[in-house]
């Protein structure tokens, strides 16, 4: 289990840090490459008492390292720092603390960023516009969140110079002291569907990031596509490039999540574009595909063996006047040897300040069962009984 709010682990690998991959040189070599480490001793001279051969040492040969143990990955849905929430951010640090436990408890945490970061660009012309200052990736950080999206609809809210203040932004929060890992905006579109990487007591996590939406014309992350000359959010209105970018993380991780902004607002069940993509991204080779988008919870089990979570709904968010929209929670899945083990879901409420509260009792039953029942319109299977636990 990973360290407390805002503390490390002693002698576990960094919680954020990039992989970095590296040759090793066999320290132990075959000696004598001409044929002299073969070569007959001279005879001893007659007479003389030959001793016994000793042992030559450690053997040359390593024991082989133990497999990776089972690590944890917790979801959570959308975050922005609108309106209530704002205020928060003049102390970053402390920002999130009511919810740090929850966010800290796994291994890896990974969320929905839907706002632009920065404090200049120019207003997209649309409804709702949204924007933070970089003060916002220090409160996800020092609450444990490890790798925030920005491929949504919101990523782009204030145009190019937006960006290009998000991009410095997220620059800055990976060299941080608690580093956070932006994903799915870019300079350039392979740079915008790059994956995280992390090292987790051996098992790398590789977690990409896309927005898929089903209504192109509603939805302005069409034209914010990153492309291989200009900067933008990673767009898979053609999965091609996305199956790909999974497909390559499948040759150098162990697990790969993908984490889509995707499915239609206000909808419980996921759209039938929803579905042909997770059973794309399955068939390329992904782990987990988690989602956000709808404002509300949607199903979540296995496609196969991929675990799909097809929405995680609001989580720190302005608007809680309906149940649909204040209705949240933590997903964390369990993994081992590159399967889900496990689930659990943390069932939440937001509430008036736009926090989530955790439920207990009895209300977290209610709240967990309401969960599972929304697998009831998807076509996804729970995980088998023997290795599932009770959520409360």
Same mark, same amino acid.
């Given at each position: 289990?990973?360290?407390?709010?805002?503390?490390?682990?002693?002698?576990?690998?960094?919680?954020?840090?990039?992989?970095?991959?590296?040759?090793?040189?066999?320290?132990?070599?075959?000696?004598?490459?001409?044929?002299?480490?073969?070569?007959?001793?001279?005879?001893?001279?007659?007479?003389?008492?030959?001793?016994?051969?000793?042992?030559?040492?450690?053997?040359?040969?390593?024991?082989?390292?133990?497999?990776?143990?089972?690590?944890?990955?917790?979801?959570?849905?959308?975050?922005?720092?609108?309106?209530?929430?704002?205020?928060?951010?003049?102390?970053?640090?402390?920002?999130?603390?009511?919810?740090?436990?929850?966010?800290?408890?796994?291994?890896?945490?990974?969320?929905?960023?839907?706002?632009?970061?920065?404090?200049?660009?120019?207003?997209?012309?649309?409804?709702?516009?949204?924007?933070?200052?970089?003060?916002?990736?220090?409160?996800?950080?020092?609450?444990?969140?490890?790798?925030?999206?920005?491929?949504?609809?919101?990523?782009?809210?204030?145009?190019?110079?937006?960006?290009?203040? @998000?991009?410095?932004? &997220?620059?800055? =929060?990976? %060299?941080?002291?608690?580093?956070? #890992?932006? $994903?799915?905006? /870019? +300079?350039? !579109?392979?740079?915008?569907?790059?994956?995280?990487?992390?090292?987790?007591?051996?098992?790398?996590?590789?977690?990409?990031?896309?927005?898929?939406?089903?209504?192109?014309?509603?939805?302005?992350?069409?034209?914010?596509?990153?492309?291989?000359?200009?900067?933008?959010?990673?767009?898979?209105?053609?999965?091609?490039?996305?199956?790909?970018?999974?497909?390559?993380?499948?040759?150098?991780?162990?697990?790969?999540?993908?984490?889509?902004?995707?499915?239609?607002?206000?909808?419980?069940?996921? @759209?039938?574009?929803? &579905?042909?993509? =997770?059973? %794309?991204?399955?068939?390329?080779? #992904?782990? $987990?595909?988690? /989602? +956000?988008? !709808?404002?509300?919870?949607?199903?979540?089990?296995?496609?196969?063996?991929?675990?799909?979570?097809?929405?995680?709904?609001?989580?720190?968010?302005?608007?809680?006047?309906?149940?649909?929209?204040?209705?949240?929670?933590?997903?964390?899945?369990?993994?081992?040897?590159?399967?889900?083990?496990?689930?659990?879901?943390?069932?939440?409420?937001?509430?008036?300040?736009?926090?989530?509260?955790?439920?207990?009792?009895?209300?977290?039953?209610?709240?967990?069962?309401?969960?599972?029942?929304?697998? @009831?319109?998807?076509?996804?299977?729970?995980?088998?009984?023997?290795?599932?636990?009770?959520?409360?």
């Amino acid at each position: 289990m990973r360290a407390p709010y805002r503390t490390r682990s002693p002698g576990s690998v960094a919680r954020r840090s990039w992989v970095t991959v590296g040759l090793t040189v066999l320290a132990l070599t075959v000696a004598g490459c001409d044929g002299s480490a073969t070569a007959e001793p001279d005879a001893a001279p007659s007479g003389t008492e030959v001793p016994p051969p000793t042992s030559a040492g450690p053997s040359a040969t390593p024991s082989p390292a133990p497999a990776p143990g089972p690590v944890t990955i917790a979801f959570a849905g959308d975050v922005h720092f609108e309106s209530q929430l704002r205020p928060l951010l003049d102390d970053p640090a402390n920002a999130l603390a009511s919810i740090a436990p929850q966010l800290s408890a796994a291994d890896l945490t990974v969320l929905n960023l839907e706002t632009s970061i920065g404090t200049s660009g120019t207003r997209e012309p649309k409804r709702f516009t949204f924007q933070a200052p970089p003060q916002a990736l220090q409160a996800l950080a020092a609450a444990g969140v490890d790798v925030a999206t920005m491929a949504n609809n919101h990523g782009m809210d204030y145009g190019a110079g937006g960006l290009a203040d @998000s991009l410095v932004a &997220a620059e800055a =929060a990976g %060299a941080a002291d608690l580093p956070l #890992a932006v $994903i799915g905006i /870019g +300079a350039d !579109a392979d740079r915008a569907f790059a994956p995280a990487v992390r090292d987790i007591r051996g098992t790398k996590v590789a977690v990409l990031a896309a927005s898929s939406a089903d209504d192109p014309t509603a939805d302005p992350t069409a034209h914010w596509a990153a492309t291989d000359a200009s900067a933008g959010v990673a767009v898979a209105a053609d999965p091609a490039r996305l199956v790909r970018a999974v497909a390559e993380a499948r040759r150098i991780a162990d697990v790969v999540v993908v984490y889509l902004h995707w499915g239609v607002q206000g909808e419980r069940c996921p @759209s039938d574009s929803q &579905a042909a993509m =997770a059973r %794309a991204l399955s068939t390329a080779g #992904a782990d $987990i595909v988690v /989602g +956000a988008h !709808a404002h509300t919870v949607q199903g979540a089990g296995l496609l196969g063996e991929t675990y799909v979570a097809y929405g995680l709904g609001n989580f720190v968010w302005y608007n809680h006047g309906s149940d649909g929209a204040s209705t949240t929670g933590v997903l964390t899945l369990t993994v081992d040897d590159g399967r889900v083990v496990d689930d659990a879901w943390s069932p939440a409420r937001i509430e008036a300040d736009g926090l989530p509260r955790f439920a207990t009792g009895t209300d977290a039953t209610q709240l967990a069962t309401a969960f599972a029942d929304r697998r @009831s319109c998807t076509d996804l299977q729970p995980l088998p009984p023997p290795t599932r636990r009770a959520t409360t």
